[in-house]
């Protein structure tokens, strides 16, 4: 089992900047990792993939250009680089591991989730 916990999130004015953290319990070199975010009303969605046996990179693409998903299997952590934030990011981000051999880029391939972190981009 893994368990994970998101850091990291906060308030910030448009076109800021803020670095999300995921810190893991277990090792998490058989996963792929992934953050996905939920906004009030609204359905949860994905917003960045990286994924297992450096198989490349997935971003939603109205986030491409601007967050940048990384991974350190060594140090069992994954964080996601977001700058140019826009009002329209302001979610909770959720971090989230994937154990399946496929490119898994919607929420019901994740096997483990964290408790997620608030973002809120003022504009």
């Known amino acids: 089992q893994v368990q994970l916990v998101e850091s990291g999130g906060g308030l910030v004015q448009d076109g800021g900047s803020l670095r999300l953290s995921c810190a893991a319990s277990g090792r998490i070199s058989s996963y792929s990792m992934g953050w996905f975010r939920q906004a009030p009303g609204k359905e949860r969605e994905v917003v960045a993939v990286?994924?297992?046996?450096?198989?490349?990179?997935y971003y939603r693409d109205s986030v491409k250009g601007r967050f940048t998903i990384s991974r350190d299997n060594a140090e069992n952590t994954v964080w996601m680089q977001m700058n140019n934030l826009k009002p329209e990011d302001t979610a909770v981000y959720y971090c989230a591991a994937a154990l399946t051999l496929g490119l898994p880029t919607t929420a019901q391939w994740y096997d483990y989730w964290g408790q997620g972190t608030q973002v809120t981009v003022s504009s």
């Open positions: 990286i994924f297992r046996s450096d198989r490349g990179t």
